[in-house]
């Protein structure tokens, strides 16, 4: 009896061995490929949420990259909590810490999760222009953080008031870029290239190249 091929896409944990591509594993390929992660996606009900976001399509892309910067914005929020509230840094300060802490798992995630491309990363086509736009990023809720963090000061408010003041405009700013960003990567830095075009869900981790 012949046997119907089944879909697959970059939404599901890619199979792809590291050295196949002659990458390295990091620390995002071995959360990926943990046994709790594949757990996770092995789930009917994960796997049927993720139904929209499968293939490479732009709808799938944007959907999958919507994903990556919720984890993005989840780990630089929470560094911009901690360093504002807790070490009583200043919004500017917290801010960069904050970028500088989810920046590489977006690009892992985008990059390999998003957009499906394995084999090594290209330093000018890839990595520098995402960087780039990652510090225009930064500038921008640079500009919106220490306004918020002034006004904070100007008005007595301190503690957990002011780190939420810092955090809301950090999060505006990002925003604003926010579907630049999409169209920018998905037409300019990862249009070409070679794809991952069959990754399965519960595989062993996404390969790791740079």
Same mark, same amino acid.
């Given at each position: 009896?012949?046997?119907?091929?089944?879909?697959?896409?970059?939404?599901?944990?890619?199979?792809?061995?590291?050295?196949?591509?002659?990458?390295?594993?990091?620390?995002?390929?071995?959360?990926?490929?943990?046994?709790?992660?594949?757990?996770?996606?092995?789930?009917?009900?994960?796997?049927?949420?993720?139904?929209?976001?499968?293939?490479?399509?732009?709808?799938?892309?944007?959907?999958?990259?919507?994903?990556? !910067?919720?984890?993005? %914005? /989840?780990?630089?929020?929470?560094?911009?909590?901690?360093? #504002?509230? &807790? =070490?009583?840094?200043?919004? $500017?300060?917290?801010?960069?810490?904050?970028?500088?802490?989810?920046?590489?798992?977006?690009?892992?995630?985008?990059?390999?999760?998003?957009?499906?491309?394995?084999?090594?990363?290209?330093?000018?086509?890839?990595?520098?222009?995402?960087?780039?736009?990652?510090?225009?990023?930064?500038?921008?809720?640079?500009?919106?953080?220490?306004?918020?963090?002034?006004?904070?000061? !100007?008005?007595?408010? %301190? /503690?957990?008031?002011?780190?939420?003041?810092?955090?809301? #405009?950090? &999060? =505006?700013?990002?925003?604003? $870029?926010?579907?630049?960003?999409?169209?920018?990567?998905?037409?300019?830095?990862?249009?070409?290239?070679?794809?991952?075009?069959?990754?399965?869900?519960?595989?062993?981790?996404?390969?790791?190249?740079?």
């Amino acid at each position: 009896m012949a046997t119907t091929p089944v879909e697959r896409g970059p939404s599901d944990p890619v199979t792809t061995s590291p050295s196949r591509h002659g990458g390295r594993v990091t620390t995002i390929d071995r959360l990926v490929g943990s046994r709790p992660a594949r757990r996770f996606f092995a789930n009917p009900l994960v796997s049927r949420a993720l139904a929209p976001a499968r293939g490479m399509g732009s709808l799938a892309k944007f959907l999958r990259y919507s994903m990556v !910067s919720v984890v993005a %914005v /989840g780990i630089s929020e929470l560094v911009i909590l901690v360093c #504002a509230w &807790l =070490f009583h840094l200043s919004g $500017v300060a917290s801010n960069a810490l904050g970028a500088a802490a989810s920046t590489p798992a977006a690009f892992e995630l985008n990059r390999k999760w998003a957009w499906g491309k394995t084999g090594k990363s290209h330093m000018w086509k890839e990595v520098v222009p995402f960087w780039s736009l990652t510090l225009a990023g930064l500038a921008a809720s640079t500009v919106t953080v220490d306004i918020a963090d002034h006004l904070a000061k !100007s008005n007595h408010v %301190v /503690g957990l008031d002011r780190a939420l003041a810092i955090m809301g #405009a950090s &999060l =505006f700013a990002w925003g604003v $870029v926010w579907v630049i960003k999409f169209v920018i990567f998905n037409r300019l830095v990862f249009a070409s290239g070679h794809t991952e075009a069959a990754p399965q869900p519960g595989g062993t981790g996404m390969a790791a190249h740079h």
